[in-house]
């Protein structure tokens, strides 16, 4: 699909569902928000979904309130969806099954492992953001893209390049953001809703992290531990413990860093990160995978042996 | 000045000498050694002078290793100075004296403070940095921008807008990043050398600050504090200290983050960072001052007694 097919797609449809996917993140949201309200200008109703609830961080994005976690369709209802973000139908989770009562699907997305399963699929790799690729078609539509869009937009390429720090940004991605900026966007407001607010409770676990640290000079590996226990006692969810593996990674002449939560069920859930090395690989040995920098597995067996473990494959394949 | 009335001046001129700030930051390093590479590029004769040594975290940056911390000029030598990133020529501290030896002064930056000390002055308050002057300079007189400018460029923007982060950052800020990209710019490259990279002494030391984090929830303040000799027993530096008052700071709900250092000489320097306060006017009270959101003050007194003080004014204030 083109950019320009857009348009004799949506005349046939006054009924648009927008989908993003489980564990949403700055682009899931912000894309779809700035998507919804495009159409809404358009005189479209439109729906917006997502399986999770959408974390309250991103409650500043204005439309932040429309996301549903619960997909009804009406089944007489013409119904035309976007999934956006999504490599796969299984990133909806349960909503996949009831994707059936869709008569068209449009597949928006940026990841390179995207399956292409939609009726209609624009997915374009070299975006950092699906948010980009939405841009695009805002523009080359002549959309109008008020103040509202641009901050979704920027918040959610601003979100998927760690604020234009990560290897996707390009200078395409840049030209972007001056725009929107152009167009109102607080670059301080969305970075410090999206980056600097911690919560206190990751910050006290945070401290008995560093209290496990470790380091391997040598080998240049460097990890820390928690267990699920003391995350209960500070009555926090183990989505708080997000990032803390890159504190050991980031360490000076460190190469690898490592995480490990043990779980009260006898699992311990690895996180690795690396500079230079493939994690991913390491990950593999024990049934895990993910990027080559940044991978993870779960492993069952005694806390202590589980690190030994971990650590001894890690200082043999460097 | 004018970016256009560069060429004339430059003529006059076989030997120039780059100045910058005690403490250099990335905008200080970053500027003058594109500065330094665009003027030998045309045949000049250049030397970099700052009068700090430059920290070695910026030694990715290409011509690093010609920065001098001595400046001895030669009597008779004609010189053109440029100075780059200083609101006064007092910002270059022992070499401020030497600086009549020299016999015109082109000032450049970008602080709202600037005294116009110069000869000539480029000063524009709404560049994001000193950098985006450099830029236009090159780019306005059709100077070769080669990779290694490129990079210079880019690295003093990113340190000077937190990757695009502050207040600070425009459109053209991003505008220019993105034509600093087209020339082979790898941002990711820049960002973990100038804002992932840890020491395992800050993270130690962390750890340390974070054991003696408390909260005021009534008046939304957050406070750490560390002693001197905390500091020595890790062999560390007081500069690790750096950024540690922004995580109280940035806690949920929180306004204002205090950091206490307690000195052995019996004087505590206090870090004050608000979110919506103004600290700088808090500060004053103690002799003190900086930004309305980032401000300071040394106080002396037992450290118990000293941290009593400063919150009480601070609830006071609120």
Chains 1, 2 share one sequence.
């Not at 490599?87 to 399956?115: C, F, G, P, W």
């Not at 080359?140 to 760690?162: F, K, M, P, R, V």
């Not at 969305?190 to 980056?195: A, D, I, M, Q, R």
Request: net charge negative; with cysteine; hydrophobic share 40%.
């Amino acid at each position: 699909m083109k950019e320009q097919d857009l348009f004799p797609l949506l005349e046939g449809y006054n009924n648009i569902s927008i989908f993003t996917h489980v564990r949403p993140d700055g682009d899931a949201i912000g894309s779809s928000l700035a998507w919804a309200k495009a159409l809404i200008m358009l005189g479209k109703n439109v729906e917006i979904y997502c399986p999770d609830v959408i974390p309250e961080r991103y409650s500043f994005l204005p439309g932040y309130e429309r996301f549903q976690d619960q997909f009804l369709p009406h089944k007489k209802e013409k119904l035309l969806a976007f999934v956006l973000d999504c490599s796969d139908l299984a990133r909806l989770e349960y909503m996949e099954s009831q994707m059936s009562q869709v008569e068209k699907i449009v597949n928006i997305d940026h990841h390179i492992t995207n399956e292409c399963f939609g009726d209609h699929n624009l997915v374009k790799t070299s975006a950092a953001a699906t948010a980009e690729i939405i841009f695009q078609l805002i523009q080359e539509n002549n959309l109008e893209l008020d103040q509202e869009i641009s901050l979704s937009l920027y918040a959610a390429i601003s979100s998927d390049t760690g604020s234009f720090r990560y290897k996707n940004t390009t200078p395409q991605t840049m030209r972007i953001a001056a725009l929107l900026l152009e167009n109102g966007v607080n670059p301080y407001l969305v970075s410090e809703k999206l980056f600097d607010e911690l919560s206190l409770n990751k910050l006290l676990l945070l401290r008995e992290a560093l209290y496990t640290l470790k380091v391997d000079e040598k080998h240049q590996v460097a990890w820390m531990s928690m267990k699920e226990s003391t995350v209960r006692k500070y009555n926090a969810s183990p989505a708080e413990l997000e990032g803390f593996v890159n504190y050991a990674k980031n360490i000076k002449n460190m190469d690898i860093g490592v995480f490990f939560y043990h779980g009260n069920d006898g699992e311990t859930k690895v996180g690795l990160r690396s500079k230079n090395s493939d994690v991913a690989r390491m990950a593999s040995y024990f049934g895990g995978g993910g990027h080559p920098l940044a991978a993870g597995c779960t492993v069952k067996g005694r806390a202590g042996q589980v690190e030994k473990k971990i650590l001894k494959i890690i200082r043999e394949a460097l």
